[in-house]
């Protein structure tokens, strides 16, 4: 029951993240993408490896342009920021 009450926070809080101008949502973005691959990896342990991919899905959709920064940061490519 707690690892459904924390993965709600962290949808909630998401979802409020990307409600703040873009200039103030870097720390706190940064700190969620850190904490999502554990609250997966607690999701697959508890729950089963079916609702890990459903939550992978979930994060992938979420936070798509900075893994697609991250992505192009690592191969040594440019990427364009939105403003």
């Known amino acids: 029951m707690t ?3 924390i ?3 962290w949808v909630l809080a998401s979802a409020a993240v990307a409600m703040l101008p873009m200039r103030r949502q870097y720390v706190p973005g ?17 729950v089963g490896w079916f609702m890990s991919l459903l ?3 979930a994060f992938v959709s979420m936070y798509r342009n900075p893994l697609r920064y991250l992505i192009a940061r690592l191969r040594g490519q440019s990427f364009e920021v939105p403003q």
């Not at 969620?32 to 508890?46: K, N, Q, Y």
């Open 55 to 57: 939550a992978i899905a």
């Open 3 to 5: 690892l459904l009450w």
């Open 7 to 9: 993965s709600v926070l």
């Open 30 to 46: 940064v700190a969620l993408l850190l904490s999502a691959p554990v609250l997966i990896i607690a999701i697959a342990l508890h």
